[in-house]
């Protein structure tokens, strides 16, 4: 028996990196799992390896900006899964330059995918949960699960948009745990550190580009001198934590945004 048997799960962004080690795990703790991405051949690639596991799943072409997507999404869901449990509202996006070299449509980009998106997930999938109703206990109403970042508790000098948006997630995510705690419904954010995915090898040669560091050469640094255990984490570290996130034991937890990060930010 998986810990997650027969729960009705969304994981945004999951075609690739974090999302994807995500839509994975919970999938092997027996979830039903809707796998989307704008990259809609990455989406099919997942679902595929998920059915291979024995859950539900199926793949759909999402954008987050857009509102009548994501509302698609939660019905396809309910049609599909018979109802949802967890939302885990994890696509995002980085640009990579100062704040000087931000233009006004990088600045909007970053915010529409990270805040909107996430603002455009949690609300579809709150409306659904109220429905279904709850059993009279925190978390019995649902699970809502945002990815923010440890550039929610810091700011990040050549991803000032990012830093904004991802303080702007953790806000809303204690905000929107507020208003649904009458509902029974949980709202938790996950914060990764440094993770090795394409966000990250866009990270580091961007940087480069502004410092002269060589291809892997900022992403090292970066490990060496902020990361405690001196590792870089893995999508499968992130997705371990999100499994707690979604499961009963995190029942009697809500407005939290913590870090999974080896020992970065230490609060
Ligand atoms: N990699 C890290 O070190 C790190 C650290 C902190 C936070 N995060 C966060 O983790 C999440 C996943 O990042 P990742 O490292 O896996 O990046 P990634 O670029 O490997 O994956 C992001 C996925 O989101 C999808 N996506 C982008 N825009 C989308 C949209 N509008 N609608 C739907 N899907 C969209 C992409 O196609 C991609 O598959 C992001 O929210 C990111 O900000 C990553």
Known sequence: MGKLDGKAVIVTGSGRGIGRGIALRLAQDGANVAVCDVIIENAQKVSGEIKALGPKTFAMKVDV???????????????????????????????????LDHT???????????????????VAAARQMIKQGHKGYLGSGGKIINCASIAAHGGWAY???YSASKFAVRGF?????????????????????IVGTDMWTLIDEKIGEYTGAKKGETLKASVD??????EVGTPEQVA???SYL??????????QSVCIDGGIVLV
């Open 65 to 99: 900006t857009k509102k009548e997507d994501v509302d698609a999404l939660v019905a396809k869901t309910v049609a599909e899964f018979g109802r949802l449990d967890v939302m885990v509202a994890n696509a995002g996006i980085g640009v990579v330059k100062t704040s």
């Open 104 to 122: 006004e449509e990088d600045w909007d980009k970053t915010l529409a995918v990270n805040v909107k998106g996430v603002f455009f997930c949690d």
């Open 159 to 161: 991803l000032p948009a």
């Open 173 to 193: 995510t204690q905000a929107f745990a507020k208003e649904m705690a009458p509902n029974k419904i949980t709202v938790n954010a996950y914060c990764p550190g």
């Open 225 to 230: 001198a902020l990361i405690l255990a001196k």
């Open 240 to 242: 371990g934590y999100v």
């Open 246 to 255: 979604a499961s009963s034991d995190a029942d009697y937890m809500t407005g």
